[in-house]
């Protein structure tokens, strides 16, 4: 079968190939998934140059997430039969025509939600809505992102006003306010020119900012921490930007401000399973009711993947970007 294999960390664009490798059996536990479409993540591409949190052994394969079809099941798997349409979103080396996941770990894709929409459910919309509610904010509070015009910033927003919370949006381009209020997200102030603090202070009518969250990194985690108030909470998402933050020590000190971190796999792995199921029936509500859209920018085949992981950094992008085989 074919499966897009790097042998060195490096640029995407320039080190994945695809490759003749076997096809794999499933184990005790496990499903052999026929795959569909699978969606990059800044993530996939980070671990391709070596720069994420995990570095497999090489050569390895890539992509974490996937909707396919079930061709087969290892010995103990109950309730799942081939023929089945499922998604996953934590399982390495999908970026194949088949791969082996843990049958536990599948979520059976309802009837009536697309391909296109159910590759793309799990990792960003559910890291999306499981950082919402890490953030613990009642209807009516107020929190501040930066990176608004990316996945999950698009994902928050929608969450956010879909249960009440008020979020203000940060883009570092004035051209990404234009391109989110074109999706219906609003109250978004572009920080490439002087007086977008005194923008934000109009949207909140002056009412505390008690959360922010940085997936940029750089001088914009200190931008962020900037508009918070007292006692707030700056929660690290990601470091599109830098892996360095610049704050500013009076913020935190007279503020006396909380900062942490939130890996969404990390908290995905440990939360309790009443509160996930709980969350990814919130997330297929609320796209069902319109609430929460998961846009395709383009799609491409393995063959094409220098081109697709060159699109999934465009700025402007308004969808993923999907591989198929």
């Known amino acids: 079968m074919r499966a897009l294999i790097h042998h060195s960390f490096g640029d995407p ?17 496990q499903a052999l998934v026929r795959m569909v479409l699978s969606p990059i993540h800044n993530h996939d591409l980070w671990t391709v140059q070596g720069t994420y949190g995990y570095k497999p052994e090489l050569p390895a394969r890539a992509g974490t997430e996937a909707v396919g079809v079930v061709e087969a099941v290892g010995a103990g798997v109950t309730g799942l039969t081939p ?14 025509e088949r791969f082996v996941a843990s049958a536990a770990g599948l979520i059976r894709v309802p009837d009536g939600l697309s391909d296109e929409t159910a590759a793309q459910l799990v990792s960003m919309p559910f ?7 890490h953030l613990d904010l009642r209807e009516g509070e107020w929190f501040v992102q930066n990176a608004a015009n990316g996945a999950v910033g698009r994902l928050l927003a ?15 381009r004035s051209a990404g306010v234009d391109e989110l209020a074109a999706q219906g997200i609003r109250r978004v102030v572009a920080t490439d020119h002087d007086g977008w603090r005194d923008e934000v202070l109009e949207i909140t009518g002056g009412k505390p900012i008690t959360a922010g969250v940085d ?32 704050l500013g020590s009076g913020d935190v000190i007279f503020k006396q401000a909380t900062v942490k971190g939130f890996w969404g796999s990390r908290v995905s792995a440990t939360m309790d399973p009443q509160r996930r199921a709980a969350l990814l029936g919130e997330l297929l509500e609320r796209i069902r009711s319109g ?6 920018h383009a799609t491409y085949s ?17 969808g993923k970007v999907l591989l198929r085989p």
């Open 13 to 29: 664009a320039e080190v994945l190939a695809v490759e003749e490798v076997p096809t794999p059996e499933p184990g005790p536990g």
């Open 83 to 96: 023929g089945r349409r499922v998604a996953t979103g934590g399982t390495f080396g999908v970026w194949a």
């Open 127 to 133: 890291s999306a809505i499981a950082l919402l509610d």
């Open 158 to 172: 929608q969450l956010a006003a879909a249960r009440g919370v008020e979020v203000v949006g940060l883009v570092r």
């Open 215 to 246: 997936s940029v990194g750089g001088t914009a985690s200190g931008d962020v921490l900037s508009l918070l108030a007292e006692n707030g909470t700056l929660v690290v998402f990601g470091a599109m930007a830098s892996p360095v933050m610049q």
């Open 291 to 296: 609430a929460l859209t998961l846009p395709v």
């Open 302 to 318: 393995f063959d094409d993947i220098a081109l697709a992981a060159r699109a999934n950094f465009e700025p402007g992008r308004a």
